[in-house]
């Protein structure tokens, strides 16, 4: 299946944030939204940055439960994300020493910060079950979604 034209999932996205009013029902119907619609994302959630400031606890996804609802900052690749506060694209998760394994099934992973007025707030997470399957394509929805997403923390 191709990639999605982008726009329209877009569209989507804005509605979901216009019609839906709690921050966890559009986290959800987003990760619903890209699971469907993005045939190589095979896990699709969100990481929210605690009170302290150290860890990201689980929020609202999409797939296969975790055993990493809470991961300290430095951690895996999520919590690489959380101190670098830059996007990471993972084309084959067995090539990475610090990183989080899920289920055997994952081979890729990106990780994409939410930053709210230059403070990171949170993350989307997505995993794939196919080898290098990201593009450019994946950074453009994916960047844009994170922006639309910010307003909500
Ligand atoms: N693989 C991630 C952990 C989270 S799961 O993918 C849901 C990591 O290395 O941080």
Redesign the pocket.
């Known amino acids: 299946m191709p990639f999605p034209h982008i726009n329209p999932l877009l569209k989507s996205v804005d509605a979901i944030i216009s019609e839906l009013d709690s921050r966890d029902d559009i986290l959800q119907k987003v990760s619903e939204l890209l699971s469907e619609k993005v045939e190589h994302y095979n896990?699709v959630?969100f990481y929210i940055v605690d009170e302290s400031g150290t860890n990201l606890i689980l929020g609202p996804y999409v797939g296969a439960a975790?055993d990493?609802v809470k991961?300290a900052f430095g951690?895996?690749?999520?919590?690489q994300v959380a101190v670098s506060q830059m996007s990471r694209i993972i084309q084959d998760v067995s090539l990475e020493d610090n990183?989080?394994?899920?289920s055997s099934n994952?081979q890729s992973?990106v990780v994409f910060p939410i930053m709210k007025d230059d403070k990171f707030v949170a993350e989307l997470?997505i995993?794939s079950h196919a080898i290098s399957p990201f593009t450019e394509l994946d950074t453009e929805l994916l960047e844009a979604i994170c922006e639309k997403l910010a307003g909500l923390f």
Do not use: F, R
């Open positions: 896990w959630g975790t990493h991961i951690k895996g690749i999520c919590g990183y989080l394994s899920c994952v992973e997470d995993d």
